[in-house]
């Protein structure tokens, strides 16, 4: 059994239909990529999975149980955090009170500062800057801030959203290294991305997405190899 398993998932928005019927799985311990073009139903796939939107038809299975109806809140106290698009910080709160509100679930302090005694050796900038407004910081540091407040949580599977999204090349390499490093310790990682050079790089399975279907799935170095992976998604 996967960690998190998608099953002929069917999304609406009114009635236009975004999510045709799609499946995949994450087995724990991977970094999976879902790569696609703008509007393919990568967001919309991950909003499903995290709560924010409902499935018409199909289902989520996490750890063995039904998600599919269950929100979003209550998906974070069972080891679920998304890190959205664009990288919603709350700009008048600093960073640390944001790194806070991240550990809304969490009831033991002692455990709550070791995890982030964790985030600040992953991310010494947001240690530098724990004093200051989050909304007075660079876009690669709000992605940052973004991430740890989602590991505050102490996720056992991760959601991110193009997280390389806006940031200059330096960034974008230090926030797939990051996301190496927090798979490595040990979270799974689904991975959302334009940029599919990147995210097969890091991942190992993806799955391409296409106007609300599954295109093409497999490892992650095959797909990199793959003509059509090539011509569509990773011509410069
Ligand atoms: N709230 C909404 N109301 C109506 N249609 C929507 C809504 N949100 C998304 N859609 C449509 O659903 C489709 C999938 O959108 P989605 O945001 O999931 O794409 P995406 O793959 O994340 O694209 P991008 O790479 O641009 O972020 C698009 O055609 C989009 O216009
Ligand atoms: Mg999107």
């Known amino acids: ?64 149980t039904d998600i599919t109806r269950i929100p979003g809140y209550k998906l974070v106290s069972m080891g679920i955090a998304h890190v959205p698009e664009g990288r919603r910080v709350f700009s008048s709160l600093t960073v640390l009170q944001n790194l806070k509100m991240g550990a809304y679930t969490r009831k033991d302090k002692t455990e709550m500062d070791e995890t982030l005694k964790m985030i600040y050796t992953r991310f010494p900038r947001l240690e530098e800057r724990k004093s200051q407004l989050a909304g007075t910081l660079s876009g690669g540091e709000q992605q940052m801030l973004a991430m740890g407040r989602a590991l505050m949580s102490h996720p056992r599977l991760i959601v991110l959203d193009e997280p390389s999204m806006g940031l200059s090349p330096i960034y974008v390499n230090e926030i797939f290294d990051i996301i190496q490093k927090i798979n490595q310790d040990g979270t799974t990682v689904l991975l959302v991305e334009q ?42």
């Open 1 to 64: 059994m996967a960690m998190l398993e998608v099953r002929d998932l069917e999304v609406y928005y009114g009635m236009i239909q975004a999510l045709k019927g799609i499946s995949f799985d994450v087995e724990q311990g991977e970094i999976v990529a879902l790569i696609g073009a703008n509007g393919a139903g990568k967001t919309t796939t991950l909003h499903t999975i995290t709560g924010l939107l409902n499935a018409k038809a199909g289902k989520i299975v996490y750890e063995g």
């Open 195 to 236: 940029n599919a050079k990147k995210a097969l790089s890091i991942a190992h399975k993806a799955y391409v997405l296409e106007t609300g279907s599954i295109a093409l799935s497999g490892d992650a170095k095959e797909l990199m190899n793959n003509d059509r992976v090539k011509k569509a998604y990773l011509s410069e």
